[in-house]
């Protein structure tokens, strides 16, 4: 059992590209969270993804961000038209069922935008 | 809302001596509260939670209601405890959300 992979570990993206981070849940989780980690700051909450369903997007930015989790394959959280605001680390989690039994997260991704 | 603080950035005790890493948290139910570290080039592991009041390591944490605080006690650090410890609380309709405080680093020197 590998555990969460989630890839790349580092991202630099020029601004106005899009980023495309993912997240590979542990086998058998079906809950995936995503949270981000600015410079200076602690992890926010930003998404809780089950399969093919978005369940809370409370932390989620209005605009460019978007999260899914499909049937197959892993969860992809995509940035579009990044900003260097954008610039961060960006984590990911995976659950067995809703809570927090088994919680595992990933090393996480490190997106710079120059 | 519930938030999370941790008031020390930086904490830094020698070998032996015992640490406690502040955390308070604001909820108007009744949350559950989390310890989790980093070590370095690690990922994020989970310490301990207060429902499960075990001692992980020889850290314990005590969920103090009445002054919204869960901190976090070790009587006699080790050098390998070194690491990044935040502390996280979860609420009771949050389904695995997770608020985090900003983290404290902890240094044991030899």
């Known amino acids: 059992n590998a555990g969460v992979m989630q890839n790349p570990r580092h991202l630099v993206r020029r601004r106005g590209q899009e980023a495309r981070l993912r997240c590979s849940p542990v086998?058998?989780?079906?809950?995936v969270y995503w949270y981000r980690q600015l410079p200076e700051e602690g992890l926010k909450f930003m998404v809780y993804l089950q399969k093919e369903n978005i369940i809370d997007e409370s932390g989620m930015p209005k605009e460019r961000f978007s999260a899914e989790f499909p049937k197959e394959g892993p969860s992809i959280l995509r940035i579009q038209q990044v900003v260097r605001g954008d610039s961060a680390a960006y984590f990911c989690?995976?659950?067995?069922?809703?809570?927090?039994?088994?919680?595992?997260f990933g090393s996480g991704t490190r997106l710079t935008v120059v | 809302a519930q938030r999370v603080t941790q008031p020390e950035k930086l904490l830094s005790v020698f070998k032996g001596a015992p640490v406690e890493l502040k955390c308070n948290y604001s909820y108007s139910g009744s949350p559950e509260l989390f310890w989790y570290v980093q070590y370095s080039r690690q990922r994020l592991q989970l310490l301990l939670r207060h429902i499960s009041r075990e001692s992980i390591k020889g850290f314990t944490a005590d969920l103090n209601k009445g002054e919204t605080s869960f901190h976090l006690k070790k009587p006699f650090a080790q050098e390998e405890d070194s690491a990044m410890y935040y502390c996280a609380l979860a609420g009771g309709t949050s389904y695995g959300k997770l608020t985090f405080g900003q983290g404290t680093i902890l240094t044991v020197h030899p």
């Open positions: 989690a995976s659950s067995h069922r809703r809570g927090h039994d088994g919680y595992t």
């Open positions: 086998k058998g989780h079906s809950h």
